[in-house]
């Protein structure tokens, strides 16, 4: 824990230097980068995958893991042997941090850079666990990527292939990608047009959420058979929490009737579209927790260009406060849930096995 929050805090230093020297974000991302590339032995699922990457011919492997991630396997295994498979972890790290690069170089202005990697490295569901769902982060990319592009200037025939391309390519890693995708064309939607009738839709599902449950159970045993792992009931509750995502919600929903930049219309639509999930945790809180992930990788540059619209420090630094304050919350927690702190409190190397 103690080495994630220093590097963290030397990141968000030269991000937020970067308003004075030339390279301040490169150099943020370079040194979250480093410690991403030669991890050890950390997070959840590292094993895992190692223990994937060594037994690629098992039969039982590819009944339940996607054949772009075994071929990946397979081509470093069959140039590198097993070392290659830190190379791999080593390039899938630079694809991490090169797409949040674009993201908040792209859209979050230089005064915020510091935020939105405060917000990247601190905010648990970002950086410590998507080092640990390698398939998955890989898949989330490759759509983030594909955004990107579908937003850009692009004529429309290289936006077409370019989509298409990273959308079937994120679904050879990782199948969770196609319901991750559904999510995300929901963030082009004009909902502000219809904000209140959505409002009141996300909140009615809150209560009756079960009437859905069946049929979806059915589609993901159908068609999602390798997911039925995920298909475990969670609790719900309107807590302090629900009525802070809610709170969210209202007020992105207020701001998108005002937006007119298409792009920063998607990007706030994924803080709007991530509350209509709430209600379906209690069918699958595996499930859909994981598609929360597609949207909420996003959060690095929507937070930072919403508080950035407030000129008056009164209005936004309450804003940024309470935000932070939820954020490191969480990222306490994360450290004492017994589920993740074996894996993620201790940091190691791969130095320390070469």
Excluded at 281 to 298: E, K
Excluded at 301 to 312: A, D, L, R, S, Y
């Amino acid at each position: 824990m103690t080495i994630t929050i220093l590097i963290g805090l030397f990141a968000v230093f030269f991000a937020y230097i970067s308003k004075f020297i030339k390279y301040g974000l490169e150099i943020a991302w370079i040194i979250i980068f480093v410690f991403l590339a030669i991890r050890f032995d950390f997070g959840n699922d590292y094993n895992g995958y190692w223990n994937i990457y060594n037994n690629l011919t098992t039969v039982k492997l590819h009944n339940q893991v996607e054949p772009g991630w075994l071929l990946l396997n397979s081509f470093f295994f069959y140039f590198l042997g097993k070392n290659g498979f830190y190379v791999l972890v080593a390039l899938l790290s630079l694809l991490n941090c090169t797409v949040y690069y674009v993201l908040i170089r792209k859209y979050v202005s230089p005064n915020y850079y510091w935020f939105a990697v405060f917000i990247y490295v601190f905010d648990s569901s970002l950086l410590l666990i998507q080092a640990s769902m390698m398939r998955q982060n890989l898949a989330m990319n490759l759509l983030a990527w594909a955004f990107v592009i579908a937003l850009g200037n692009r004529s429309k025939a290289m936006k077409m292939i370019s989509v298409l391309s990273l959308i079937l390519l994120s679904y050879s890693f990782h199948k969770s990608s196609l319901i991750g995708l559904i999510f995300l064309l929901l963030c082009f939607v004009r909902w502000d047009k219809i904000y209140i009738v959505l409002f009141s839709m996300a909140i009615v599902l809150f209560f009756m959420h079960e009437v859905v449950i069946g049929f979806l159970s059915d589609i993901i045993h159908s068609y999602f058979d390798s997911f039925d792992v995920y298909l475990s009931e969670g609790e719900l509750s309107i807590g302090l929490g629900f009525l802070y995502k809610l709170a969210w919600t209202g007020l992105f929903l207020i701001l998108n009737s005002y937006t007119t930049n298409k792009a920063l219309y998607f990007l706030n639509n994924t803080v709007i579209v991530s509350f209509l999930v709430i209600p379906f945790q209690h069918f699958s809180s595996g499930m859909m927790g994981r598609i929360l992930f597609y949207l909420s990788m996003f959060s690095v540059v929507v937070f930072p260009c919403f508080i950035q619209k407030f000129k008056e420090k009164y209005i936004s630094l309450p804003m940024m406060a309470l935000y932070v304050f939820f954020m490191l919350s969480d990222f306490v927690n994360f450290f004492n849930n017994d589920i993740w702190k074996d894996k993620f409190s201790e940091y190691h190397t791969i130095l320390s096995i070469l």
